[in-house]
């Protein structure tokens, strides 16, 4: 079992910047990727971005390719979202979520999941 606990939401001004923190704790040995999802009241929740655990391969959604960088403290079990450019639409409840498959980019792919940290982005 994996433990995941999201950190580092808030109120910001558009155009700011902003980073979330995930600390994993349990069986992360047997993890093979962590995300960022994002969900928006009533509606379903969203890829952000993702990271093979242990190669450090990321992937992005369009919407947030060159604002949002993904990272990990592989030692630390820590995963990070550094993210800039804030915008109005990036308003929604971010989650962390670990898995198995080495690349997942669907929700089925993560197993686990924290209980998710909110970021609003005024104008």
């Known amino acids: 079992q994996v433990q995941l606990v999201e950190s580092g939401g808030g109120l910001v001004q558009a155009g700011d910047s902003l980073r979330l923190a995930c600390k994993a704790s349990?069986?992360?040995?047997?993890?093979?990727?962590m995300a960022w999802f994002r969900q928006y009241p009533g509606k379903e929740r969203d890829f952000v971005a993702g990271?093979?655990?242990?190669?450090?391969?990321?992937r992005y959604a369009d919407s947030v390719k060159g604002r949002f960088t993904i990272s990990r403290d592989y030692a630390k079990d820590t995963l990070y979202l550094q993210m800039t450019s804030l915008k109005p639409g990036d308003t929604a409840v971010y989650y962390c979520?670990?898995?198995?498959?080495?690349?997942?980019?669907?929700?089925?792919?993560?197993?686990?999941w924290g209980q998710g940290t909110q970021v609003t982005v005024s104008q």
């Open positions: 979520g670990a898995g198995y498959p080495l690349e997942g980019t669907y929700r089925h792919d993560y197993e686990y």
């Open positions: 349990g069986r992360t040995v047997s993890v093979g990727s």
């Open positions: 990271i093979s655990w242990r190669s450090g391969s990321t």
